[in-house]
């Protein structure tokens, strides 16, 4: 028997499982069941026209490849973008490990301690660097996070200043250009006038609403806004920073001015470039607009003992309950980059950072000295990390790029230089050995750099940070090791057990796909270095771009887009421009079932769409007579469908087809959301249903790893019509010929997680990827059957068969006094993690296994949910004191002195059989969700609280 086939590792169940898995569900054959899940009209007729799998050891060879023909230049381009290190011991313990990039989104907190401790290190870095009262837990890069600050500074403009008609923003002309293109994409449906201008000429009339400034500029220079920010405050006028935030350490914080957000990113601390990204940005404002805050914040909070512990605060603002009126459509975020800079600033604390920002600035400053004497001018006056030059542009860049040097040149007669953590005096040597071969003149070459300043004393930073005791304990590598694995071990991740989340696909994350990204080759190219050395990435970005056009069975597509919701915000928006192109750009009307992702309306509403929603029938399915009448009534003004299928109730709806058809025949586009692509893959396509345009969750389907909420990657792929506006940027050419502005920061968003799919899809080949999700539906129909006696499906296909997950019924169980939170809590003790609680159905749990679960594991999750099913039988309303409302138990509690519950403590920890040889442990009893919001904290507590 082979066992080099990468499918093999990848699917779960083994062959010889097979027909007793296919006994259970009751169908004859796998092709069966597949028959009876989706409808025939819609069923692909051939395999999909992807090259044969490579073996594992086959792909680590194409890979290498491919990474030699990246260049790797010494890169001073800076634009948000700088070389950084990555402290081995974070590589190792977080990038590196499973136990961390597994982990889902820290909804259940009672076993993610580790992982929100360590964000809430990333917040309390945040609020400190930047002088802010409150910070969230990552945003997906520093162009989002400013198009959050203006939508923020917009939506409380009526509120607090009452001025509900003034509608421009002013962006400081030093804006990064791709920050500038994001936000005139973002501006124009939300009625916003961007005005981009001099800030020193800027007038401070009250016709504005608030500005932007980038802190230093975008060349380098620093400003001092102590004045400008007191004239808009005068004038009533809220003010946004884009700030550097390793210049922080040596540059008063905005805070200390008192401005009202401060956005930007960590990439630098020691997060690889990987051409573009995954970064964590950050977003930073004042106490008043905690409600208004985009994304995730971690707070303080205590469980039910009254310990100290952590979970998600402020829940209410976003998209899964607010829908159309949410803060933002930020839902997958940048969680793992996020937990990665937070342990960069564990591993320097202040004074490490301190020696970085000064070696980096006095590199600057040792620079500039000698370029002038050779006869340059420099340009700026107070700098930080960027020098700026004049000089003869294309000379430079020549004899630059002879010497495997990249500068930035923002016109013919200037150069821009930004020094990073990496920069030695060697590498400074041979920036002054460029200029002197243009000059044509010698120069010493530096042997120290001098402590020269060239940030006055008005600007520089007074203020202590990152005093708190998490950022100076763990110096020596033994103690770190120990803090991160410290972290680990309090969070249930896919190395313990299957993590069944509904709508999520937490499938394998192979060692071979992730291996590549450690590579430097891979890791260290800047998304705006010329093209032509980035071949390497060139080839799998464009072959992945044709996989997936191929798999999705449209015509092109971008990877711009950083999460699933900025694929939908993508998708509309070309689809707006589309329907602009033919002179319908007045189509302003969103059909959206009711059972959709909280992120469709709210997306929908970012693309300055109105959301009309349809009714479900009782079936479940969209509700095809509603939804033709309301089609037929705004069909003067219809743009839009945006329809999840299979269907979030996990089904394959047979009137797909009729339902694409009645849009089109109204003047709207169909937008599919793809997330539930799994059930999908080599069997059926976003093409064959009718619809125009879908984005896929890379992060669901494609393999990249959740990365306890982040990363993703959320490319759209669009019908012909559409590829003419597939997103653009502005400073290296990319999407369509009418591109709209920029999606995201990078040109490629997170090019290097991309890596993953692009491994995912080539080690499958066609034939796997189609195995793949024949498994996945299997999984879940096998799961389907083994609950049957004990739980109701809500919804099934018209044969009685689930796509690739299922809604199960738990409301039934309130007559016990259980809700489904209980039920969830109790999966912890036997080791699980809840599957999707309450979405789309309130009351219910949705369970996807995914094609790589075992057989031996979905046993052991069905017989969990079984035994779970026979404790709620023994429970009653009236008595509250039993084994579910008292889940999750900790070590502590079993091993205490007293034992006051009517259970026994085995009952409680061991439940079952298969526990005790693997028990996972929650770090925290229950926690009160309630008690954070009341007395929200989002930075780390004073040490003497843990006591
Ligand atoms: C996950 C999901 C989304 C949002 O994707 P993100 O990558 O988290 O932004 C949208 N729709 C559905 C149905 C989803 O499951």
């Given at each position: 028997m082979r066992t080099d086939s990468f499918a093999l590792r990848h699917i779960g169940p083994r062959e010889s499982e097979?027909?007793?898995?296919?006994?259970?569900?009751g169908v004859d054959s796998l092709d069966q069941l597949i028959y009876e899940t989706i409808p025939d009209d819609i069923r692909l007729k051939?395999?999909?026209?992807?090259?044969?799998?490579?073996?594992?050891?086959?792909?680590?060879?194409?890979?290498?490849?491919?990474?030699?023909?990246?260049?790797?230049?010494?890169?001073?381009?800076?634009?948000?973008?700088?070389?950084?290190?990555?402290p081995a011991v974070i590589q190792r313990n977080v990038l590196e490990n499973p136990g961390w990039y597994t982990a889902y989104t820290p909804y259940q907190a009672e076993i993610a301690q580790g992982r929100l401790e360590a964000l809430l290190n990333f917040q309390t870095m945040v609020s400190d660097l930047t002088g802010m009262e409150i910070a969230?837990?990552?945003?997906?890069?520093?162009?989002?996070?400013?198009a959050e600050a203006m939508a923020l500074l917009h939506a409380v403009r009526d509120r607090k200043q009452k001025k509900d008609d003034v509608n421009k923003f002013f962006v400081s002309e030093e804006t990064l250009p791709q920050t500038i293109s994001l936000l005139s994409t973002r501006a124009d449906f939300l009625g916003i006038d961007l005005v981009i201008g001099n800030h020193q000429e800027f007038e401070f009339s009250s016709e504005f609403f608030g500005v932007l400034l980038q802190y230093p500029g975008k060349y380098g220079q620093v400003h001092n806004y102590t004045e400008f920010v007191s004239q808009c405050k005068e004038a009533d006028i809220k003010i946004a920073v884009a700030a550097d935030i390793l210049s922080l350490v040596k540059l008063q914080a905005p805070g200390e001015l008192g401005v009202d957000v401060v956005v930007g990113t960590t990439q630098r601390f020691g997060i690889p470039l990987g051409y573009g990204g995954p970064h964590a940005a950050y977003f930073a404002t004042k106490e008043e607009y905690k409600r208004?805050?985009?994304?995730?914040?971690?707070g303080v909070t205590k469980d039910v003992d009254g310990n100290h512990a952590l979970r998600m605060a402020l829940q209410t603002r976003e998209q899964h309950i607010k829908r159309d009126k949410a803060t933002s459509n930020i839902c997958t975020a940048q969680v793992l980059l996020a937990v990665m800079a937070g342990m960069y600033a564990v591993y320097h604390g202040p004074d490490g950072l301190k020696y970085i920002a000064d070696t980096v600035h006095y590199s600057a400053t040792n620079l500039s000295a000698q370029l002038v004497k050779l006869g340059f001018e420099q340009i700026n006056t107070t700098y930080f990390d960027t020098v700026?030059?004049?000089?003869?542009?294309?000379?430079?860049?020549?004899?630059?790029?002879?010497?495997?040097?990249?500068?930035?040149?923002?016109?013919?007669?200037t150069v821009?230089?930004?020094i990073n953590e990496t920069t030695t005096l060697e590498d400074l040597n041979a920036i002054i050995a460029v200029f002197a071969e243009v000059a044509g003149k010698e120069c010493d070459s530096l042997v120290e750099l001098l402590e020269n300043e060239a940030i006055p004393k008005e600007l520089s930073r007074k203020t202590e940070f990152l005093t708190h005791d998490v950022f100076n304990s763990y110096r020596s590598e033994t103690e770190l090791m120990r803090y991160i694995k410290k972290l680990e071990r309090k969070d249930l991740s896919l190395t313990h057990s299957m993590i069944s989340l509904g709508s999520c696909t937490m499938k394998l994350n192979a060692a071979s796909e992730m291996l590549p990204l450690s590579n430097p080759q891979w890791g260290n190219i800047h998304p705006f270095a010329p093209v032509d050395q980035a071949e390497g990435y060139q080839i799998v970005l464009k072959r992945l771009e044709d996989q997936l056009t191929e798999i999705t069975g449209f015509s092109a597509t971008s990877l711009q887009p950083n999460s699933g919701a900025q694929g939908e915000y993508a998708g509309l928006m070309v689809i707006r421009a589309y329907q602009e192109s033919i002179g319908e750009g007045h189509r302003n009307i969103c059909l959206i079932p009711s059972s959709a992702h909280g992120t469709n309306p709210a997306s929908a509403v970012m693309a300055g769409m109105k959301v009309v929603v349809t009714k479900a029938s009782e079936n479940g399915n969209i509700d095809v007579d509603d939804l033709r009448e309301k089609a037929i009534k705004h069909k003067d003004n219809l743009a839009a469908l945006m329809v999840t299928y299979p269907s979030t109730h996990g089904v394959f709806e047979s009137a797909i087809k009729e339902i694409t058809q009645i849009i089109h025949n109204n003047g709207g586009q169909v937008y599919m959301?793809?997330?539930?692509?799994?059930?999908?893959?080599?069997?059926?396509?976003?093409?064959?249903?009718?619809?125009?345009?879908?984005h896929l969750n890379l992060h669901k389907t494609f393999a990249i790893p959740h990365g306890g909420g982040g990363p993703g990657v959320g490319p759209i792929c669009v019908a012909k019509q559409l590829a003419p506006f597939l997103p653009g940027n502005p400073v290296i050419k990319t999407g369509?010929?009418?591109?709209?502005?920029?999606?995201?920061?990078?040109?490629?968003g997170s090019a290097l997680v991309c890596l993953i799919s692009y491994g995912y899809i080539k080690m499958l080949g066609s034939k796997g990827l189609q195995k793949a999700t024949e498994h996945a539906i299997l999984n879940a129909n096998y799961v389907k059957e083994r609950l049957n006696e004990h739980y109701k499906t809500l919804y099934s296909g018209e044969r009685g068969r689930a796509a690739h997950e299922m809604i199960v019924d738990c409301r039934p169980f309130k007559a016990n006094g259980i809700e489904v939170s209980d039920i969830a809590k109790r999966l912890i003790d036997y080791g699980f993690h809840a599957p999707t609680v309450s979405f789309p159905v309130a009351g219910t749990v949705m369970i996807e296994p995914t094609e790589s679960e075992s057989k031996a594991e979905l046993d052991r999750f069905c017989d969990a949910l079984v035994s779970i099913r026979k404790e709620i039988s023994e429970t009653s309303a009236e008595e509250e004191n039993n084994v579910l409302k008292n889940a999750p138990h900790t070590l502590k509690m079993l091993t205490s002195d007293e034992w006051t519950f009517p259970y026994s403590r085995e009952k409680a920890a061991y439940p079952l059989d298969y526990i005790a040889e693997n028990k996972f442990w929650p770090g925290v009893r229950r926690v009160d969700e309630a008690f954070g919001d009341r007395n929200l904290m989002c930075t780390c507590p004073p040490t003497e609280d843990y006591a």
């Open positions: 097979l027909k007793e898995m296919l006994d259970t569900i051939s395999p999909l026209n992807l090259p044969a799998a490579l073996s594992e050891n086959q792909y680590a060879e194409h890979i290498g490849q491919l990474a030699a023909k990246n260049k790797i230049f010494k890169t001073y381009i800076g634009l948000g973008y700088h070389q950084a290190i990555l969230n837990a990552s945003l997906l890069d520093e162009s989002t996070a400013a208004n805050l985009p994304g995730r914040i971690i700026r030059f004049k000089a003869d542009s294309a000379a430079v860049k020549t004899i630059a790029e002879e010497n495997e040097i990249n500068f930035y040149y923002p016109d013919s007669e821009s230089i930004s959301d793809g997330a539930n692509m799994n059930a999908q893959v080599g069997l059926t396509n976003p093409g064959a249903i009718g619809a125009d345009v879908c369509g010929e009418n591109a709209i502005g920029a999606i995201s920061s990078a040109p490629w």
